[in-house]
């Protein structure tokens, strides 16, 4: 089995910058694309960026710009640096990965248990 936990979150003035950190653990095989999404209250889960093993990036549009990932693979660890941090960031933040544990020759998706970040105006 794979886990994945998210840490890094808390409250943040406007304009500001947070760093999370999702560090899987477990009886790892291989973690493909690594992912981060984000749901605020009363809304669904959205993306917000994901990197690939060999660091292929992409984001959704309303973070553009303001937030980078990044991983470290010898690590099993993704990163969502943000910056410029707006209200309209805040919410619980989930880490995503594709993993295969050391036992399966499958990939399943992770989700870890979520870290709130607030930003307040």
């Known amino acids: 089995q794979v886990q994945l936990v998210e840490s890094g979150g808390g409250l943040v003035q406007a304009g500001g910058s947070l760093r999370l950190s999702c560090a899987a653990s477990?009886?790892?095989?291989?973690?493909?694309?690594m992912a981060w999404y984000r749901q605020a209250p009363g809304k669904q889960r959205d993306f917000v960026a994901r990197?690939?093993?060999?660091?292929?990036?992409n984001y959704a549009d309303s973070v553009k710009g303001r937030f980078t990932i990044s991983r470290d693979n010898a690590q099993n660890t993704v990163y969502l640096q943000m910056n410029s941090l707006k209200p309209e960031d805040t919410a619980v933040y989930y880490c995503?990965?594709?993993?295969?544990?050391?036992?399966?020759?499958?990939?399943?998706?992770?989700w870890g248990q979520g870290t709130q970040v607030t930003v307040s105006s």
């Open positions: 477990g009886t790892i095989g291989n973690i493909n694309d």
């Open positions: 995503n990965g594709a993993a295969r544990s050391r036992d399966s020759v499958y990939f399943r998706n992770y």
């Open positions: 990197i690939s093993r060999g660091g292929n990036k």
